[in-house]
């Protein structure tokens, strides 16, 4: 078995443990809210002219690209919650490098230390 949680405290982790669930519950309800607007704005009656089509039409992509990020991110929280269950949290999904603290206490979701995070975007890019 790998280095128990990358070598942090049982509190530590205790604590990122709580932190990530209430993220969780934070990204789940605000994707809830947003799958009821945009069930909202499918089924809303009226008549609209062209200036309100299009700002539907500019406020929907930004609904699916905020939704895109908030999918991300509940994944990448579910992944790091399952780390601390397999003892692994703190160490890099690539490389099995430690990731400093300091960057699990700024991002407790993180997988990976900050140059494999940078270097997966920019491939993505």
């Known amino acids: ?7 942090l405290s049982k509190d530590f982790v205790e604590e990122q443990r709580k932190r990530l669930e209430a993220l969780r519950a934070e990204l789940q309800a605000g ?6 607007r945009d069930r909202q704005d499918v089924t809303g009656n009226g008549v609209l002219d062209t200036g309100d089509r299009g700002e539907i039409a500019t406020e929907r992509q930004t609904d699916q690209a905020l939704h895109k990020v908030t ?3 509940l994944r990448a929280v579910e992944r790091a919650l399952q780390k601390i269950a397999e003892g692994t949290y703190g160490l890099s999904d690539a490389s ?3 990731i400093p603290q300091e960057r699990l206490e700024k991002a407790p979701e993180a997988v990976y230390t900050l140059e494999e ?9």
């Open 1 to 7: 078995m790998p280095d128990e949680n990358a070598g």
């Open 31 to 36: 994707s809830a809210v947003a799958a009821e």
């Open 71 to 73: 999918e991300n991110r």
């Open 96 to 98: 099995g490098k430690p």
């Open 117 to 125: 995070q940078r270097g997966q975007e920019s491939d993505a890019a």
